[in-house]
């Protein structure tokens, strides 16, 4: 066989050193010392800037004032309004009856109330005030469902023409009092058989009988009406 020569060993020795894998990080002891001296400083810096004390610009910021959390009520499940927080945002906008007003210390108060005569007051002076409030119209709508024996059309009319201007005007209500609409009707005037009408056509509803009913007493009372209410109580049909 042919003897190799040096430079042909030592070029063999360097093809294969190169065809070894190598590490992908080689640091040698003098760049392993480097970074240990960058860390030890870095430590040093971040320590001495923690213990210096914040600096002093001499303005205090003034601190937020410390509002009280409304009270609530449990069977509300919500911020109890008072009537003064009532009172105070609608006396810039609208004349309150403050004899009304100061019967009651707030709205779960106001929940309370039975009689058709305290009901249509209270949901008379928040139509006064464009204020609607679900929580006390839903008591309120829950006693009159309870006693709608004791109401009559006239009643419900302006019970109704109330609500629907604030947008509470519910069809389980309409439905329910459609008997006793039936039974007092003819004790409507002219006005109040427009809102019964207008009432059922808000919420959508259509009750057979009612619709006979009032119809029977608008032509009975026909040339009582007013033009105006003739032009409602057609919309009201038509709806």
């Not at 003034?62 to 945002?89: E, F, H, K, Y």
């Not at 139509?127 to 059309?153: C, E, G, M, P």
Request: proline share 5%; net charge positive.
């Amino acid at each position: 066989s042919r003897r190799l020569t040096r430079p042909a060993v030592a070029g063999v020795s360097a093809f294969v050193q190169r065809r070894q894998p190598q590490p992908r990080w080689r640091l040698d002891a003098r760049q392993t010392q480097t970074s240990r001296h960058f860390a030890v400083a870095a430590a040093a810096v971040q320590a001495a800037a923690d213990a210096r004390p914040a600096p002093q610009t001499g303005l205090r910021l003034p601190s937020a004032p410390q509002v009280p959390a409304p009270a609530r009520d449990g069977r509300m499940g919500r911020n109890v309004v008072s009537i003064d927080d009532l009172i105070m945002t609608a006396s810039a906008k609208y004349d309150l009856n403050k004899d009304f007003w100061g019967k009651y210390t707030d709205i779960p108060s106001m929940a309370k109330a039975t009689d058709k005569e305290d009901i249509l007051q209270i949901i008379d002076n928040f139509v006064l005030i464009h204020r609607k409030h679900i929580y006390l119209f839903q008591r309120l709508k829950n006693t009159v469902l309870r006693n709608l024996d004791t109401w009559s059309a006239p009643d419900l009319a302006m019970l109704c023409h109330a609500w629907a201007q604030l947008g509470f005007l519910h069809e389980d209500l309409c439905i329910a009092m459609a008997d006793r609409v039936v039974a007092t009707a003819q004790n409507c005037t002219t006005q109040e058989l427009c809102w019964l009408m207008d009432a059922y056509a808000t919420a959508r509803c259509c009750v057979q009988s009612v619709n006979l009913e009032i119809m029977k007493q608008t032509l009975l009372k026909i040339d009582d009406f007013a033009l105006s209410e003739l032009c409602l109580h057609a919309s009201s049909f038509a709806r």
